[in-house]
Nanobody, 126 residues
Framework: QLQLVESGGGLVQPGGSLRLSCTGSGSRFNDYSIGWFRQAPGKEREGVSCFNRGSGRTDYADSVKGRFTISRDISKNTVFLQLNSLKPEDTAVYYC???????????????????WGKGTRVTVSS
């Protein structure tokens, strides 16, 4: 059974930074691509970034390009999401997911998802 646990969320001022972690345990965590998603209050869950397990390619939503960076430490079974230059609109619960691919479908957020974590809350406010 594959379990994912997110950590690193918190309250930060606009312009600040956070580093989120997604640590996997159980079955073959490193065999999966890992995606980060977020869900703001009253909004649908959306994809933020993805680390492709095969190619190592990283993908980002336009809204976070240049500000967020995804990375992976295989030895620690962990994928990180570095959040810089945070804005109030980045406020959301951030989830990681083990995926069979980094393909996303806005009308089916569970597409290719093997497992979800329970999320970590990020609040950007002065």
């Amino acid at each position: 059974q594959l379990q994912l646990v997110e950590s690193g969320g918190g309250l930060v001022q606009p312009g600040g930074s956070l580093r989120l972690s997604c640590t996997g345990s159980g079955s073959r965590f490193n065999d999966y691509s890992i995606g980060w998603f977020r869900q703001a209050p009253g909004k649908e869950r959306e994809g933020v970034s993805c680390f492709n397990r095969g190619s190592g390619r990283t993908d980002y939503a336009d809204s976070v390009k240049g500000r967020f960076t995804i990375s992976r430490d295989i030895s620690k079974n962990t994928v990180f999401l570095q959040l810089n230059s945070l804005k109030p609109e980045d406020t959301a619960v951030y989830y990681c997911a083990a995926k069979y691919s980094c393909v996303t479908k806005p009308d089916n957020i569970d597409y290719d998802v093997r497992s979800w974590g329970k999320g970590t809350r990020v609040t950007v406010s002065s």
